[in-house]
């Protein structure tokens, strides 16, 4: 759980992750999950940050059950998909959760 200061610091990501979602059709659950790996570990800098909001769009689409593709998520998101490729596994760690092997 996140403070509300934090969701009102971060507004903007936090409403670009929803346009994200949106373009991918996310359920409320993958939304969720991505929205807390994002603020579990949000970057001093705003240029990573946009490439961490994919990674969490991407693994909260995993830990929801409804994987998208990390092409897919980097096209919604604008940026490359070894920005996620290189993220997402530390994403969900940081979090305390266990990455999948394949």
Do not use: N
């Not at 979602?21 to 240029?47: G, I, K, Q, Y």
């Amino acid at each position: 759980m996140h403070s509300a200061r934090d969701r009102i610091e971060y507004e903007p990501w936090l409403e670009e992750l929803e346009q994200i979602a949106d373009r991918l059709e996310l359920s409320t659950e993958a939304r969720s999950c991505a929205v807390d790996l994002f603020l579990t570990d949000v970057p001093e800098d705003d240029r990573s940050k946009r490439a961490v909001l994919a990674a969490s769009v991407y693994a909260g689409s995993l830990v929801a059950g409804e994987g998208r593709t990390q092409g897919t998520v980097a096209d919604a998101a604008d940026v490359s998909r070894l920005s996620i490729q290189s993220r997402w596994k530390d994403l969900l760690e940081t979090a305390g959760l266990e990455p999948p092997r394949w």
